[in-house]
């Protein structure tokens, strides 16, 4: 089992949908989640971080996270065009040296 | 805020020989960096994990010998890549992490490296 497994995609979505991403994790006592966007040929790029249960919004994306479950998510209101992107979910290792954990990534196509 | 650089952003050099790559935080001081390689079409990788002032810490599989990576001060990061060969061209990018921020890492803009 992976330790942060996301599906790859891509997630097809029209202009002005909503786009939902899915995460999850293998180690229950992580505490730090990560959303990034990583443009093709470009770093990775902060768009939300999220530390307790529950949804954390910041303009179009909001965030939600259930530790019990083990999974975090991403959502996009009004997905545009500019959207489309490899989203990437990070998680902190609390075991040994603290460092995050990346998911391969779920490529998101937004048509006009 | 926040800013990482990379320097450079592309560099080509022939199989042998070795490269440098720097990574700075502009307006923050980064008490940890990290070094990652992404191959194309695959995910982040972590190479090494460093703090200002001590010797990095390399990820499992990862050379310490062959990637030689200096944190001399809270704001300088670079990572050397020594005798590289045309397995080592990939895409290297920076990470700097801010001190009290809960593992937030803002990214360099990366550097693609070529061997020929």
């Known amino acids: 089992q992976k330790e942060v497994e996301q599906n790859s995609g891509p997630l097809s979505v029209p202009e002005g949908a909503i786009a939902s991403l899915n995460c999850t994790y293998s180690?229950?006592?992580?505490?730090?989640f990560f959303w990034y966007r990583q443009y093709s040929g470009k770093s990775p790029e902060l768009i939300m971080s999220?530390?307790?249960?529950g949804d954390k919004e910041d303009g179009r994306f909001t965030a939600q996270l259930n530790k019990a479950s083990q999974y975090v998510s991403l959502l996009i209101r009004d997905s545009q065009p500019s959207d489309s992107a490899t989203y990437l979910c990070?998680?902190?290792?609390?075991?040994?040296?603290?460092?995050?954990?990346f998911g391969t990534g779920t490529r998101l196509l937004v048509s006009p | 805020g926040a800013v990482v650089s990379q320097h450079p952003s592309r560099v080509i050099c022939k199989s042998g020989t070795s490269v440098k790559i720097e990574c700075r935080s502009l307006?923050?001081?980064?008490?940890?960096m990290f070094w990652y390689r992404q191959f194309p079409k695959q995910s982040l990788m972590l190479m090494a994990t460093?703090?200002?002032?001590?010797?990095?810490?390399?990820e499992q599989g990862v050379e310490k010998d062959k990637f030689l990576i200096n944190h001399a001060s809270l704001t300088l990061s670079t990572l050397t890549v020594t005798s590289a060969h045309p397995e080592d061209s990939s895409f290297y990018i920076c990470?700097?992490?801010?001190?009290?921020?809960?593992?937030?890492?803002?990214f360099g803009p990366g550097t693609r490296l070529t061997v020929t």
């Open positions: 180690d229950r006592v992580s505490q730090s």
């Open positions: 460093s703090n200002e002032g001590s010797k990095a810490t390399y």
């Open positions: 307006d923050f001081q980064a008490t940890t």
């Open positions: 990070a998680v902190n290792r609390l075991t040994g040296f603290q460092k995050l954990v």
């Open positions: 999220i530390y307790s249960n």
């Open positions: 990470s700097a992490s801010q001190a009290g921020e809960a593992l937030e890492q803002y």
